[in-house]
Protein backbone atom coordinates (compact mmCIF):
# COMPACT_ATOMS: atom_id res chain seq x y z
CA UNK A 1 0.00 0.00 0.00
CA UNK A 2 1.02 3.79 -0.81
CA UNK A 3 2.99 5.28 2.56
CA UNK A 4 3.05 9.00 2.95
CA UNK A 5 5.53 11.20 4.58
CA UNK A 6 4.33 14.64 5.75
CA UNK A 7 6.98 17.54 6.26
CA UNK A 8 7.20 21.47 6.50
CA UNK A 9 5.83 22.09 10.10
CA UNK A 10 7.43 24.64 12.60
CA UNK A 11 6.79 26.92 14.51
CA UNK A 12 5.09 30.41 13.51
CA UNK A 13 3.56 33.59 15.06
CA UNK A 14 -0.29 34.30 14.89
CA UNK A 15 -1.24 35.13 11.60
CA UNK A 16 1.48 33.60 10.10
CA UNK A 17 1.83 30.82 7.00
CA UNK A 18 3.00 27.63 6.31
CA UNK A 19 2.95 25.28 4.03
CA UNK A 20 2.78 21.30 4.52
CA UNK A 21 3.94 18.90 2.25
CA UNK A 22 2.68 14.97 2.04
CA UNK A 23 5.27 12.76 -0.30
CA UNK A 24 3.35 9.68 -1.37
CA UNK A 25 5.31 6.30 -2.67
CA UNK A 26 4.34 2.73 -3.31
CA UNK A 27 1.06 3.15 -5.58
CA UNK A 28 -0.57 4.96 -8.54
CA UNK A 29 -0.99 8.09 -6.54
CA UNK A 30 -2.92 9.74 -9.42
CA UNK A 31 -5.55 8.21 -8.07
CA UNK A 32 -5.88 8.71 -4.42
CA UNK A 33 -7.98 10.39 -2.82
CA UNK A 34 -6.29 12.43 -0.24
CA UNK A 35 -6.88 14.03 2.95
CA UNK A 36 -4.81 16.35 5.56
CA UNK A 37 -5.78 15.40 8.93
CA UNK A 38 -4.66 17.07 12.73
CA UNK A 39 -4.37 15.62 16.18
CA UNK A 40 -4.06 18.73 19.07
CA UNK A 41 -3.01 16.98 22.46
CA UNK A 42 -6.39 15.91 24.30
CA UNK A 43 -7.90 16.13 21.15
CA UNK A 44 -9.57 13.69 18.47
CA UNK A 45 -7.88 13.23 15.02
CA UNK A 46 -9.99 15.19 12.79
CA UNK A 47 -10.20 15.92 8.80
CA UNK A 48 -9.11 19.12 7.76
CA UNK A 49 -9.37 19.15 3.63
CA UNK A 50 -9.49 16.69 1.07
CA UNK A 51 -8.82 16.13 -2.49
CA UNK A 52 -9.43 13.78 -4.94
CA UNK A 53 -7.38 12.61 -8.05
CA UNK A 54 -8.95 14.90 -10.10
CA UNK A 55 -8.59 18.11 -8.19
CA UNK A 56 -12.31 18.47 -6.16
CA UNK A 57 -11.74 20.04 -2.58
CA UNK A 58 -13.16 20.16 0.53
CA UNK A 59 -12.50 21.48 4.09
CA UNK A 60 -13.50 21.68 7.46
CA UNK A 61 -15.22 24.87 8.50
CA UNK A 62 -12.44 26.02 11.06
CA UNK A 63 -9.92 26.15 8.08
CA UNK A 64 -12.34 27.53 5.32
CA UNK A 65 -10.88 30.18 3.61
CA UNK A 66 -7.34 29.97 5.32
CA UNK A 67 -6.05 26.70 4.39
CA UNK A 68 -5.57 25.43 0.73
CA UNK A 69 -5.03 22.06 -0.21
CA UNK A 70 -3.54 21.04 -3.88
CA UNK A 71 -1.48 18.31 -5.09
CA UNK A 72 0.88 17.55 -8.11
CA UNK A 73 1.08 14.35 -9.18
CA UNK A 74 4.10 14.30 -11.37
CA UNK A 75 5.34 14.91 -7.63
CA UNK A 76 3.81 12.09 -5.71
CA UNK A 77 3.00 15.06 -3.74
CA UNK A 78 -0.45 16.91 -1.84
CA UNK A 79 0.51 20.27 0.07
CA UNK A 80 -1.78 22.13 2.37
CA UNK A 81 -0.96 25.78 2.63
CA UNK A 82 -1.93 27.35 5.74
CA UNK A 83 -2.44 31.00 5.95
CA UNK A 84 -4.03 33.28 8.67
CA UNK A 85 -2.40 30.75 11.56
CA UNK A 86 -4.50 30.63 14.61
CA UNK A 87 -3.19 29.24 17.68
CA UNK A 88 -5.99 26.54 17.62
CA UNK A 89 -4.19 25.51 14.65
CA UNK A 90 -2.01 23.84 16.53
CA UNK A 91 -1.52 20.21 16.16
CA UNK A 92 0.47 17.25 14.75
CA UNK A 93 -0.67 17.16 10.88
CA UNK A 94 -0.99 14.20 9.00
CA UNK A 95 -1.92 12.74 5.64
CA UNK A 96 -3.42 9.48 4.45
CA UNK A 97 -5.54 8.72 1.63
CA UNK A 98 -7.19 5.72 -0.52
CA UNK A 99 -7.73 4.83 -3.74
CA UNK A 100 -11.34 4.48 -5.23
CA UNK A 101 -13.24 1.78 -3.54
CA UNK A 102 -11.08 1.46 -0.89
CA UNK A 103 -11.04 2.45 2.55
CA UNK A 104 -8.74 4.82 4.22
CA UNK A 105 -5.42 3.17 5.34
CA UNK A 106 -4.85 2.47 8.63
CA UNK A 107 -0.99 3.22 8.62
CA UNK A 108 -0.26 6.61 10.41
CA UNK A 109 3.11 8.43 9.95
CA UNK A 110 4.84 10.28 12.06
CA UNK A 111 3.33 13.87 11.16
CA UNK A 112 4.15 17.22 11.00
CA UNK A 113 3.96 19.51 14.03
CA UNK A 114 2.55 22.98 13.64
CA UNK A 115 2.89 25.08 16.44
CA UNK A 116 1.13 28.95 15.92
CA UNK A 117 2.31 30.93 19.20
CA UNK A 118 3.30 34.53 19.94
Known amino acids: ?4 V ?5 LVQPGGSLRLSCAASGSIFSLYHMGWYRQAP ?35 TVYL ?3 SLKPEDTAVYY ?11 TSWGQGTQVTVSS
Not at 1 to 4: D, E, R
Not at 6 to 10: M, P
Open 42 to 76: GKQRELVATITGGGSTNYADSVKGRFTISRDNAKN
Open 81 to 83: QMN
Open 95 to 105: CNGRSVGTPLG
Open 1 to 4: QVQF
Open 6 to 10: ESGGG
